[in-house]
C-alpha cells in the first residue's frame, strides 16, 4: 500500500513537467510491476518452496555430526548468561575460531526453544535455503537476469549445497548468504536498477545477456533521496550482519562492481567513493577477525605463492566441473599433488586465462553477461582458493559449501544462455525445453536427496568418507569414535587399527583402539596400548581416562584413582575423570569422597544420568550410616 500511495505522488509531480525524452523509458510501468507479486508469481514460488522442502526432506531426520559439536558443547549457547558472552567475548565458543557471533546467537536462541533436538535445527537450515532461494529469485528479477526463475530453481535443489543445508553447523552460508542476497538487492535498489515484473518472464532484447542502459530519472523525484539513502544504509548494515556470519562474504562490494559494469558497461570513480565504507568495513572485520584466529590456532602450511596459484586455477575448474556434472560428490575430497614441475598444474592456469581473454574479446557479440558471471564466480572463491591459509585446507584444497553463493555466477549464465536459448524456438520446441527443464531439476532434486542421506549419523557421515577418502585426516578415527558410541566396538576396533597403521604415532589413535578393547572386555589388551600409548605423551587426558577405566574395570581401584588424577591434572572441565573417581572411590568404601567426585561430574555435565543414580547410592548410605 506505501509503495501505491507514493506512485500517486509520482504522477502528480509529472502532470506539470514536459514530456521526456523518447530515449528515456517512463519509470511509471516498472514501479506498477514492482508492487508485489502476480498470482503466477505466487504459484511459482510455491514451486520453488516445494522443491526445497521434497529435495531435503532427509535433512529433516538427519542428526548432529562432525563440527556440530562446536555449539552442542559450547555452554556459551547452553547457557541462558551465554548471549552476551557469545557478543562480548571471541573465545566463547570453545572449538570455534572465529568471531562469528550472529551463527551462534540462532543455536542460542534455539537451544531455549526445542533444547538439542536435531529436527528443529535442520528445519531452520532449510527454511534458511529456501529463503535464500526466493531472495536470489527476486534479486535476478531485478537485475532482469533471464531465465530468472530457473536460475533460482537449479539453485533450490543443487547437491553442491547439500552441505550447507543438512549441514547444521554449516548454517554459516545459509545465514551470511540470506544477508548477503538482502544486501544486494537492497543495492540493487539504492542504484536504480529497473525491476523486473516479479514471477513473470520478460523479454530484454534478442541477445541472451543484453545489457540494461535505463536512466535513472525517478532518482530526481519528491522523496526519492530519502528512499535512496536508506537503502544504502540498508544495504551496509545488512553486509555487516553478513560478515558477522562469515567472513567470506568480504567480496559483496566486488561482486557489486562486477554487477554495475555489466549492466553500465563501465565502473566509475563515483562507484568506487560509494562503495568506500563496504570495502573499509569489510577490510576490517577481516582483519579482526584473521587476528583473532591466527591468535588461537596458528597456521602455516608454507605453500610457495606459485603453488598458491596453480592450487587456486585447479580448484576453480574443480568447482566449476562439480557444478556443471555434480556426480561423486565426497565430503572431504582428497588433496591434489601441487607441482610448480607438473605441466597439467599449469594447464588450469592457461586454461583459466583463455576462457577470461575469450570472453573478454567476444563480449561484444554475446554481451558482457558470461564475463560478468565468471568474474563474480571466481571473486566470491577468492577467499578459499588457497592465496591465504585456513583451517580446513589442512583436510582439503576444496568443499562443496565454500561455493554455495559463487556458483550463483555460473548458474546465471547457464540459466540465462538456456533462456534465450528457448526463447528462439517454436511453440512446440518450447514445451520441449520446459520439459527437459523440469527433467533436469528432478535429476538435481534425486541428487540432493541422496546427498542429503549422508547427515543421518556419524556412522554414515564418516562410512561414507572413508569409503571414499580413506586417508582423509582424522576420518578413521572420527569414524571409529561414532561406531564406539553406537555400541559397536568390534567394528569400531577394527577402524581404529587401521587409524593406527596410518599413523603409528598418533596417540589419540592409540587411545580409542585401547576405549574400544575396554568396552569389549578386553582389558590387558587394553592396558598394554594404553601403556605404549602414554610413552608417546606421558600427559594425554583421553589416555589416561581410559586407562583408569581399564584399571578400575579390573579392581586395581588404587591405581585407577592415581591416572584420574593424572586425566583431571590435565583437563579439569572433562567430566569423565571425576565420574570415574567417584565410582572407584564408592568401591573402595569412600562414600563422603565419593559424592564429592560424583557432585563435580555433574557440575560439569549435568546429564550424566548413571553418575546422578550411583550419587543417590552413595547419599543413601551415608545417611543410613548417619542414622546408626
Known sequence: MAKAGREKKTRRARRGRAAPRRDVPLPAPARVADRGFTRQGVLAALVL???????????????????????TEAAAVRELSGLWRIWSSPRAIENEGHYWPLIYTTFWLEHKLWGFAPAGYHAVNVALHLANTLLLWRLAGRLAVPGAWLLAAVFAVHPLHVESVAWVIERKDLLSGLFYLAAFLAWVRFTGEPPDTVGGATSHGDAPFRESHRLSERDHLPGRRGFLRRHYFLALALYVLAMLSKSITVTLPAALLIVQWWKRGRVTGADLLRLAPFFAAGLAITVADLSFYNAREPLSLGYPPVERLLIAAHALWFYAGKL????????IYPHWEVGAANPLAWGYVIAAAAVAATLWLIRHRIGRGPLAGALFFTVTLAPVLGFVDYGYMQFSFVADRFQYLAGIGLMAVLAGAAAHGAGQLPEVGRKGATGIAGVVLIVLGALTWRQAELYRDEVTFFTHVV???????????????ALLEAQRPEEALAVFRIAVEQAP??????????????RMGRLDEAEKRLRHALTLDPRHTIVLQNLAESLRKQGRFEEALEHYRAAMETDA???????GMGDALFRLGRYEESLQSLDRALALEPALEPVRVLRESALTILRQAADR
Not at 518452496?49 to 555449539?71: C, H, K, Q, R, T
Not at 572441565?573 to 565420574?579: C, D, K, L
Request: without cysteine; hydrophobic residues 50%; glycine residues 12%.
Open 505 to 518: 604415532d598418533d596417540v589419540k589413535a592409540h587411545a580409542n583402539a585401547g576405549a574400544a578393547l575396554v
Open 324 to 331: 556443471l556434472w555434480p556426480a561423486d560428490l565426497i565430503i
Open 49 to 71: 518452496g516445494l522443491l526445497v522442502i521434497g529435495s531435503y526432506y532427509p535433512a529433516f531426520l538427519a542428526g548432529f555430526v562432525w563440527d556440530d559439536e562446536a555449539f
Open 573 to 579: 572441565g572433562n567430566a569423565m575423570p571425576h565420574a
Open 467 to 481: 569409503s571414499h577418502n580413506p586417508t582423509a585426516r582424522g576420518a578413521q578415527g572420527n569414524l571409529g569414535t
